[in-house]
């Protein structure tokens, strides 16, 4: 279980490497589909792994509400329960538990909630999440973070550093499975010393990789990639960074380009659900009639599942209908897009092309009257 | 393009045979899985063809209304529309046509109605329903024919019976395609000499094959049997019978019983998406929370997709949270069943032991305490 990069691009930050974890390898950079509750939605575990995808992210809090943990133990965890035998990362769900609908209050000793399934009361402390994690089984477990909404005054990010090492320093202390490695997650809102403050706490207390969180959640673009790069300036080179919750192919390449090595993102399974396309010339709704009357594949020259078995007919009358089988065939291709996304990005890499690369996907990707 | 029985039961009034269409063969008894929308709910063609399935059934009118026959005929019709290369059965749609969200009313050329969709005015004639169905390029067209509710006056079923003949004669009259057989549908509601007028009636214009509609509408089980032998009584014995509607596993097996080569039903794939399991034992619910607990397959020794990945307690979380894949997962397995159920009988059938074949799976199936 190792982290190694094996080439820099150079022009670029942008790196090329291999995370190893307990359930193989995961070529970087590399986007993780999320399967928040043991699901990436609407795909069987055999459709990733025919997808190429070396690894995935679940929700440690979600899963922990339902089914609850014991479910997934008794199962042998998550690799079994999902059978899913790749490398499988659990966010702690300090994000989730922050939210409204959990009605969260901070308490001496972690975040107490309400579960917005049952209304059930609940403690969600650092060694709480650590023993979920572990419970679950995953390849790479998050520490517990605080995350505070964007747009806050500066005293509740102060707070929220300071809290997000504490907490952090907790979870390395419970943390007793050598099978899993755990990473840390990077605050400081959109204050670049904060950022740079945060980043260098949990830099000095070595955890295996570090998520860089509080970003892409309602902050301007170029203030988002300014924070990165504080965030990133501030953590050990030879440690895999994990940007969270970051998904659109353009950010991902311009995140690519500042040495991020992992992504997530919701972004890609979700749009493909209301039916937006993704193709090298951008986006496009399935749903419109004039999609009614085409016999091409979503994207021409794709060689995903979908693209290969059915019309652009065919797909759009499924998602007009509300058929599911519409929603599962835009899915594939989007999943698809984005492997393929992230395989010509580590061959850019290797190339030392990888600032062109970039030029050349931005450009096509954003022409207008595609679709 | 023919239908051949193989071999006869003795004991009862099943028979193995093989009815063979432009799309190929398909061995008898056989269950079609619904695709009124051109897509089996959840499942992708290619999942159709590993689960065995020779052909599947689509809705000419709901086609008729949406997408529009036009869109579908662009795309080669409705097997390359759906990339389903084998028997592909198209049901008229009078069924719905007649039903109150249609708003249907009889006119001297066939049935007016409001479209469901977007309220617009239609009118369903012989004609226009051969057209479409030719449109749509599948394998079996059925006649247009005025299925009454259960529990009507007798006149209704008279009057049923007349304009039902005189719209096979008009379908016959317009139809063309050499191609595609005609199956025309033999009515009668409850009352056993209108069903025998209407099954003798259609029998002597010589269809292709014979559909039995108007029965599992809600009639007592006993009278539908009942109504069922006479309906086959009166059709000629060369000829594939096909009950429209019926799929509850134990009367699948009695109809087959009584002569019925072919079956179509929403009832398994329907029972999926709201949980409940087939399993040899009877049917269950995946949502009981004990299933939380259970690393057994679905079914004990079955071997489809599901059961050969996925524990109880996978596929129960998965319903319990609303993914779609659950739905995917039982679809699938209630299917495999459904298959394994018409394989068994065929080979019951064979070795002239239909009788005990239903009488040992109906014991089974109905034991109590199951699940």
Chains 1, 2 share one sequence.
């Not at 993780?32 to 929700?59: D, Q, R, Y």
């Not at 990165?228 to 690519?256: D, F, N, Q, T």
């Not at 990888?354 to 207008?368: L, N, P, S």
Request: charged share 25%.
């Amino acid at each position: 279980m190792s982290f190694s990069v094996s080439c820099d691009d150079g022009a670029t930050k942008a790196r090329a490497g291999k995370l190893r974890t307990a359930h193989g390898a995961v070529e970087t950079p590399c986007f993780m589909p999320v399967a928040t509750k043991a699901s990436v939605k609407t795909l069987a575990s055999g459709e990733l792994l025919e997808l190429g995808f070396e690894a995935i992210i679940c929700n440690a809090l979600v899963l922990y509400l339902k089914p609850g943990v014991e479910v997934i133990a008794r199962q042998g965890g998550l690799h079994r329960f999902m059978n899913f035998h790749r490398t499988i990362f659990t966010d702690s769900g300090g994000f989730q538990a922050l939210r409204r609908e959990f009605r969260p209050e901070f308490t001496r000793r972690g975040i107490a909630f309400r579960s917005p399934f049952d209304n059930s009361r609940h403690l969600f402390s650092p060694e709480l999440c650590i023993a979920v994690q572990e419970a679950l089984g995953s390849d790479v477990a998050m520490t517990l973070d605080d995350c505070p909404p964007y747009g806050e005054a500066r005293e509740r990010y102060v707070e929220s550093v300071a809290r997000t090492t504490r907490w952090a320093r907790q979870c390395r202390a419970t943390h007793s499975c050598d099978e899993q490695q755990l990473f840390a997650i990077a605050q400081g809102g959109t204050f670049p010393d904060l950022r740079r403050e945060s980043a260098e706490q949990l830099a000095r207390l070595e955890f295996d990789g570090y998520g860089i969180g509080g970003l892409s959640i309602g902050e301007p673009h170029d203030l988002m990639l300014e924070m990165l790069e504080v965030s990133i300036s501030a953590l050990p080179e030879e440690k895999p960074r994990y940007l969270m919750g970051l998904g659109s192919p353009v950010e991902v390449l311009e995140a690519i380009a500042r040495g991020v090595d992992v992504f997530d993102s919701a972004f890609p399974t979700r749009n493909a659900r209301h039916s937006a396309v993704y193709t090298r010339e951008g986006k496009y709704s399935i749903t419109k009639a004039k999609h009614l009357r085409s016999d091409a594949p979503l994207e021409e020259g794709c060689t995903c599942y979908t693209c290969r078995n059915y019309t652009r007919a065919y797909v759009s009358h499924l998602m007009r209908s509300g058929e599911a089988l519409g929603m599962r065939l835009v899915t594939l291709h989007n999943l698809h897009f984005m492997q393929r996304l992230m395989r010509d990005a580590r061959r850019a890499i290797r190339r030392g092309e990888f600032a062109e690369f970039v030029e050349d996907f931005t450009r096509r990707f954003r022409r207008a009257g595609n679709g």
